[in-house]
Nanobody, 119 residues
Framework: QVQLVESGGGLVQAGGSLRLSCAAS????????MGWYRQAPGKQRELVAA???????RYADSMKGRFTISRDAAKGTVYLQMNSLKPEDTAVYYC?????????????WGKGTLVSVSS
């Protein structure tokens, strides 16, 4: 149905910035919501940010003011601009997509891209 491929992860110093991209393929028209989640070692996967077809956004409190999610719905692409990065932001970041309208439930997931923030 939908395939997601993340890119843009890497190593960055604390206080720096990084921009993640996610390209969707397949039935792009079915996608209603796209977002980013992350999972740090020893921790559960958590929401970073999500955006709906109406451009409503949702952010985790720890990321508000530092991270910005945006999308190009026609292309099925979602971005995550990360600023003022902290070592605790180190995690594997996963792109996700949902096909249920007006929800943040995700049915499709990318394989993830590693973001490592050094101190």
């Amino acid at each position: 149905q939908v395939q997601l491929v993340e890119s843009g992860g890497g190593l960055v110093q604390a206080g720096g910035s990084l921009r993640l991209s996610c390209a969707a393929s397949g039935n792009i028209a079915s996608i209603k919501t796209m977002g980013w989640y992350r999972q740090a070692p020893g921790k559960q996967r958590e929401l970073v940010a999500a955006i709906t077809t109406g451009d409503n956004t949702r952010y985790a409190d720890s990321m508000k003011g530092r991270f910005t999610i945006s999308r190009d719905a026609a292309k099925g692409t979602v971005y995550l601009q990360m600023n003022s990065l902290k070592p605790e932001d180190t995690a594997v970041y996963y792109c996700a997509a949902g096909v249920v309208p007006n929800t943040y439930f995700m049915q499709y997931w990318g394989k993830g891209t590693l973001v490592s923030v050094s101190s």
